[in-house]
């Protein structure tokens, strides 16, 4: 069953995701603590997610070990393509989501790497944005289901 391996946030921009156990997320504001979190915040700032699965391919193909939270989505999954899911509604937990967009790489994450060739292999690999529909947590190892 494909679930969440771990949850990243931090409350600045520009700086280091913190690994935490849960986090809190609002409808229409985002996740409570993290960098993004506003009274109204756009749909594509509220939830980023990536595969561990593209995580560990591209640091296989490099010999690189970049942990995945370095990667700057605020949950990492495992067992599930997310690129499927774009325009669905999914369940982490009890959390309601709509998977709004794939999530692009960008100059800044590949400066944060310090990799150049990030934005061409993660191009469709870099996870997907999601709007947050229902309140609630999401608890590392949380089950994902496709509504």
Request: charged content about 30%; glycine content about 6%.
């Amino acid at each position: 069953m494909p679930n969440v391996i771990k949850i990243g946030i931090t409350k600045n921009n520009n700086k280091e995701i913190i690994e935490v156990s849960e986090i809190e997320l609002i409808a229409g504001k985002g996740i409570k603590g993290d960098r993004h979190f506003q009274d109204y915040n756009d749909p594509y700032n509220q939830l980023s997610i990536i595969e561990s699965e593209n995580i560990d391919e591209y640091n296989e193909k490099y010999n690189l070990n970049i942990p995945y939270l370095k990667f700057r989505r605020n949950i990492i999954t495992k067992g599930i393509r997310l690129n499927d899911l774009v325009e669905k509604k999914i369940f982490i937990g009890k959390v309601q989501l709509n998977v709004i967009d794939l999530c692009r790489p960008c100059r800044h994450l590949a400066e944060k790497l310090g990799q150049d060739n990030i934005i061409k292999e993660f191009l469709r690999k870099g996870g997907i944005r999601c709007e947050i529909i229902k309140d609630g947590k999401i608890f590392v190892n949380d089950q994902i289901k496709v509504i």
